[in-house]
């Protein structure tokens, strides 16, 4: 009885697709303004955490953002980017952090916000 119940309800939604749509809340009430064109220092400057002490170096030596967003983390051992920051008390993993936010940037996940840029 209860499968039945569903495969009608499954039926129902996918018949006309305009009653699945409109059942979502829009969970946001403004729009997220995200940088159109998006270098290294905004990059760094969109995680924030300290990484963007590291941005001179790294437009110096690497050039661009894709380079960036494939490198490993033995290349920026290499250029100096420290694996955890030891004057803070939380001890923030420089590194790792641009690691993770390159990958979540080539997955499409992680974007710098607009607002957050100083300039």
Known sequence: MARRQIL??????????????????NF???????????????FLNGVGKGVEKHVEKLESEIGDLNKLLVSRTIKLKRLGIPCQDVR?????????LILNFAHKYRLGLWRPRADLLKS
């Open 8 to 25: 009608l309800l499954n039926s129902q939604l996918l018949s006309n697709p305009l009653n699945c749509a409109s059942g979502f809340a």
């Open 28 to 42: 946001s009430s403004k729009s997220v303004r995200y940088m159109v064109k998006v270098g290294i220092s905004e």
């Open 88 to 96: 803070t008390i939380c001890g923030v993993k420089k590194r790792k």
